[in-house]
């Protein structure tokens, strides 16, 4: 086709397209197929056959965020490692050693982390 | 007629066979699944529509397509019927990447070249990756736009246990990664040619056991489906969702598991190559699709004998097991390569 870069976009794109058409498709023959009925009871909230009684979006458990940053810690950490591991036969050893040094840095954090109970959940 | 425009059909006919070719399986597949499972229970499972049942899957989805679908008056109009494109569409571009059969080389059909991948592309593992991330957008964003307590508790939970389980995954692929020297799917394929223990589920059996763990978790079956929790949190995030944006959800599910399976396949399981050199006449794409079939198979058997966790002990497990696990894996593998080379 025309150039490798485009290559893979005009092929991503096709794929993206696909996927959408078809989940587009799907919900349009419902909307032709299906039954509408109106029914201000129907809309409510699902909390089983109560009335609910406040919105559900209360503050949550901090827990969630903590593991959320950790997670984009370690994300990022993994994201350095790859460029890493793909040349890992051309660099040898002394490539191993740093990379060592940046894991053990960082598995102070995850030791720190453990220690702070981020992992305990009640 | 010249190669661009040649390559360019060979594209449609290829995005479009994979595509038919995936739905179609995830029909039969959903079958499969009430059928083992009435099997590991000692029931029947479907048995009227169709041979021994065996039309189940057509009959929900025309039941699907003709339910009322309900949106409910206090939820996030545009995010909750977002949501379920966002759980579908990422399992396509995953497909992309993976190569089904021999690429490059000599013109091989008609005296063009035929690649058997969609996308030859160099980043094809971290697009996988990726996708995984995106699909943690869409049971977080369907959990929190339903605007009820059930869908956000399941929405948050499966956030959580998807985000902890992916850097598992992503420390485990590194061996992958370390062994081919490449983060091409087409190449990691390569690296694997031969007979079956030339494979890397032999070197990497903790990075193939750690991977395939965390994408039970990724795919939100059992054990680790607490994010539908049914005794407890009724649908987790799915509560709200009605008719066929739900059955987008279950069929996302679904097309993911095939994806995921064939993820796996090529990784650790050689890909299109046969078990042995001499069964090498058998063409690439069904030696594929055996494997897809039988790492099904085994995310289904795993999913009704083992029950599920609770939700501390899935954290722990991810966190305190697996992530130092992994990194173990990529420590060994890291120093057996630059040492042996």
């Not at chain 2, 956000?152 to 692929?173: D, H, T």
């Not at chain 2, 992530?323 to 120093?335: D, E, F, R, W, Y």
Request: hydrophobic share 55%; net charge negative.
């Amino acid at each position: 086709m025309v150039s490798p870069t485009i290559d893979l976009v005009i092929e991503f794109a096709l794929m993206l397209a696909i996927g959408a058409a078809m989940a587009i498709l799907f919900l349009f023959i419902s909307h032709l197929l299906a039954p509408k009925s109106k029914n201000p009871n129907k809309d409510q909230p699902y909390e089983c056959g109560v009335v609910p009684e406040s919105d559900a979006r209360a503050p949550m458990n901090v827990h969630y965020y903590l593991v959320a940053v950790l997670f984009v810690l370690f994300d990022l950490e993994a994201v350095f490692i790859y460029p890493w591991a793909i040349s890992l036969r051309e660099l040898g050893t002394s490539a191993l050693v740093e990379m060592f040094v940046f894991i053990v840095i960082l598995l102070v954090g995850y030791f720190y982390a453990w220690k702070k109970g981020v992992f305990e959940w009640e | 007629m010249n190669d661009a425009i040649a390559q360019l059909i060979f594209l449609i006919i290829k995005a479009a066979l994979m595509s038919i070719l995936v739905v179609t399986l995830v029909a039969f597949i959903i079958y499969f699944e009430r059928k083992f499972a009435g099997f590991f229970q000692g029931r029947v499972g479907p048995t009227y529509l169709g041979p021994a049942g065996a039309f189940q899957s057509f009959g929900d989805i025309f039941k699907l397509l003709s339910k009322e679908d309900i949106i409910p008056a206090e939820a996030d109009k545009r995010v909750f019927k977002l949501a379920p494109y966002v759980m579908f569409i990422p399992a396509f571009l995953v497909m992309a990447v993976l190569p089904f059969g021999p690429v490059g080389g000599t013109p091989n059909l008609f005296g063009y070249r035929f690649d058997y991948v969609i996308a030859n592309f160099d980043s094809g593992l971290v697009l996988l990756l990726a996708m995984g991330g995106i699909a943690v957008y869409g049971v977080v964003l369907a959990g929190w736009s339903s605007n009820n307590k059930f869908s956000l508790l399941g929405g948050l939970r499966a956030g959580a246990q998807m985000i902890s389980y992916e850097l598992a995954m992503g420390f485990a692929v590194v061996g992958v990664m370390v062994m081919a020297g490449s983060m091409n799917m087409v190449k990691i394929v390569e690296g694997q040619s031969g007979n079956f223990w030339d494979w890397y589920w032999a070197p990497q059996l903790v990075g193939g056991i750690i991977f395939f763990i965390a994408s039970l978790a990724e795919l939100n079956r059992t054990p680790f489906d607490l994010a539908e929790a049914e005794q407890e949190l009724v649908a987790g995030y799915l509560t709200e969702y009605s008719g066929m944006r739900w059955g987008l959800f279950m069929f996302a599910e679904y097309v993911n598991l095939v994806v995921v399976s064939g993820i796996v396949s090529t990784l650790y399981f050689g890909g299109w190559h046969a078990p042995f050199t001499v069964l090498d006449f058998i063409p690439g794409p069904v030696w594929l699709l055996i494997k897809i079939m039988i790492m099904v198979f085994i995310y289904m058997w795993v999913r009704w004998t083992i029950f599920r966790y609770r939700y501390n002990q899935l954290m722990s497990m991810g966190w305190k097991v697996l992530l130092p696990l992994s990194i173990a894996n990529l420590a060994v593998t890291a120093i057996v390569i630059a040492i042996v080379g």
